[in-house]
T-cell receptor
Framework: DTGVSQNPRHKITKRGQNVTFRCDPI?????LYWYRQTLGQGPEFLTY????????KSRLLSDRFSAERPKGSFSTLEIQRTEQGDSAMYLC??????????????FGEGSRLTVL | GQNIDQPTEMTATEGAIVQINCTYQ??????LFWYQQHAGEAPTFLSY????GLEEKGRFSSFLSRSKGYSYLLLKELQMKDSASYLC????????FGAGTTVTVRA
């Protein structure tokens, strides 16, 4: 399978615990994006990388959230001291971008987080 | 922000045509995407408009007017499998999505 892969697919945790999600993008894609989606809403942008550089992070994003893409391949998204409001589907997407724009985003199946 | 607006829900009959409108307020963007998302699944790409005008792709067409801040997605010959959420997204080196329009196709 050469698509975007995310794991774990489901995570249930207690409030205050830390969680980490992993995303493996399509191998030739230089851009990697993290989004969050709740029921009835569109995906909300969190952050994105071009190769290993984190180019933008949403101003609405709490500093409890951190993401890395250490070698320009896979990425991790960590949420520290989780809160019930963090419960959502976390989507990763990748694209081959150029100066003309983002390029088509290919999404993974998502990691569903439930904070009790 | 882009203030992307779409209707929340639409219902149509199998075989009919449905037009989903998307309006936005932004100073500039590279292009406009439409994505389809079935319940419980990831969004998948439908269409992309860079220039004003109509892009046709089988049963789906998308239109963009930059001067009017307006786009629409046209779904023709509706099938039951077209029941899904349709997301409008602006490309400014990341995609900013609207809340989506849930389309229900009835027999």
């Amino acid at each position: 399978d050469t698509g975007v892969s995310q794991n774990p697919r489901h995570k249930i945790t207690k409030r205050g615990q830390n969680v980490t999600f992993r995303c493996d993008p399509i191998s030739e894609h230089n851009r990697l994006y993290w989004y969050r989606q709740t029921l009835g809403q569109g995906p909300e942008f969190l952050t994105y990388f071009q190769n290993e550089a984190q180019l933008e992070k949403s101003r609405l994003l709490s500093d409890r959230f951190s993401a890395e893409r250490p070698k320009g391949s896979f990425s991790t998204l960590e949420i520290q001291r989780t809160e019930q409001g963090d419960s959502a589907m976390y989507l990763c997407a990748s694209s081959r971008s150029d100066r003309a724009g983002t390029g088509e985003l290919f999404f993974g199946e998502g990691s569903r987080l439930t904070v009790l | 922000g882009q203030n992307i607006d779409q209707p929340t829900e639409m219902t149509a009959t199998e075989g009919a045509i449905v037009q989903i409108n998307c309006t936005y307020q932004t100073s500039g963007f590279n292009g406009l995407f439409w994505y389809q998302q079935h319940a419980g699944e990831a969004p998948t790409f439908l269409s992309y408009n860079v220039l004003d005008g109509l892009e046709e792709k089988g049963r789906f067409s998308s239109f963009l007017s930059r001067s009017k801040g307006y786009s629409y997605l046209l779904l023709k010959e509706l099938q039951m499998k077209d029941s899904a959420s349709y997301l409008c997204a602006l490309d400014d080196y990341k995609l900013s999505f609207g809340a989506g329009t849930t389309v229900t196709v009835r027999a």
